[in-house]
């Protein structure tokens, strides 16, 4: 008998694993024959957050056929790691060039969803700079964009992710709109 497709959801900057999207891809899946969808609430340090993730992934190899979905940065850290770990990934409004935008956000900060505090400095930048993969494998990807995403510009993704199949929304936001019926096409992705 072959494995069970197992989707881990990763989560954009200051959320959580119970995040609307992470919910409803959850719910949506939850009696799927083939499909089944997880969610972890990833540390704050984007190095630890990544070791964070590939140790939940190679736990759950044996098991099952993993597959990344991505939002905002964690669009960004499931490219790192779909490539890292050769995984098939869909991208929901994902970060780019993370590295590149969290110069007005260094400090101190806190998670609004966990409470968690952290501090962002040079090294927590230059974390996510080591992370960049300069040239991703299109036919590794699904990238779904709006062009409403008031966060960041889809015109970024839709650059870094030439040749990758690629759906644009007109509209939508940032936490992306009617994501629901997109599913159909995510597991036709991973299929």
């Known amino acids: 008998m072959s494995k069970k497709n197992l989707i881990v959801y990763v989560h954009g900057w200051n959320s959580h694993a119970n995040a609307r999207k992470a919910q409803l891809l959850q719910s949506e899946l939850d009696n799927h024959k083939l499909f089944s969808c997880t969610s972890l609430t990833l540390k704050n340090h ?3 957050a990544i070791e964070q993730l590939k140790e939940f992934i190679e736990s759950k190899q044996s098991e099952f056929v993993v597959h990344l979905i991505g939002s905002s940065l964690g669009g960004y850290y499931s490219t790192y790691v779909a490539e890292e ?3 098939k990934a869909a991208m929901i409004n994902p970060a780019v060039w993370a590295y590149k935008i969290f110069e007005n956000d260094r400090g101190e900060n ?10 962002i400095d040079q090294l927590w930048i230059d974390s996510l700079e080591d992370i960049f993969i300069e040239n ?4 590794r990807y699904l990238v ?3 062009t409403g995403d008031e966060t960041l510009n889809y015109k970024y993704a839709e650059k870094y992710f030439h040749g990758a199949n690629i759906v644009i929304d007109e509209g939508g936001n940032h936490s992306f709109e009617n994501l ?4 159909p096409q995510i597991l036709l992705h991973f299929s």
Do not use: A, C, D, S
Request: aromatic fraction near 8%.
């Open 46 to 48: 984007p190095r630890e």
């Open 85 to 87: 770990m050769n995984l």
């Open 110 to 119: 806190v998670n609004p969803n966990t409470g968690e505090e952290y501090f």
């Open 136 to 139: 991703p494998t299109p036919e």
């Open 144 to 146: 779904l964009l709006q």
């Open 180 to 183: 629901e019926i997109k599913i």
